[in-house]
């Protein structure tokens, strides 16, 4: 089992940053890759960005250049980095591992970006 809690989310202003952190436990030898979600009022749950266990990484095009995914081993914890945030970014924020054919979720940390 894993489990995953974020935090870091808050309220800010357009053009501003934040950054996201989650905390791993568990089976967290058995993670394949980790990422960070957000859904955003009436749609639907969206990828944001992922690390692969190699450290590669992946961003969706809209957060390309802007947020940044990385992690501390030694910490167990996984950080976005989120600069030059819009009031399209708000949503709320959720912490997801990957482990073979299971997911795992963690409770989801609230943003909002004021214009």
């Known amino acids: 089992q894993v489990r995953l809690v974020e935090s870091g989310g808050g309220l800010v202003q357009a053009g501003g940053s934040l950054r996201l952190s989650c905390a791993a436990s568990g089976s967290i030898y058995s993670i394949n890759s980790m990422g960070w979600y957000r859904r955003a009022p009436g749609k639907q749950r969206e990828l944001v960005a992922r690390i692969l266990r190699a450290g590669s990484t992946d961003y969706a095009d809209s957060v390309k250049g802007r947020f940044t995914i990385s992690r501390d081993a030694d910490k167990n914890t996984m950080y976005l980095q989120m600069n030059s945030l819009k009031p399209e970014d708000t949503a709320v924020y959720y912490c997801?591992?990957?482990?073979?054919?299971?997911?795992?979720w963690g409770q989801g940390t609230q943003v909002t970006v004021s214009s």
């Open positions: 997801h591992a990957h482990v073979i054919i299971n997911d795992y």
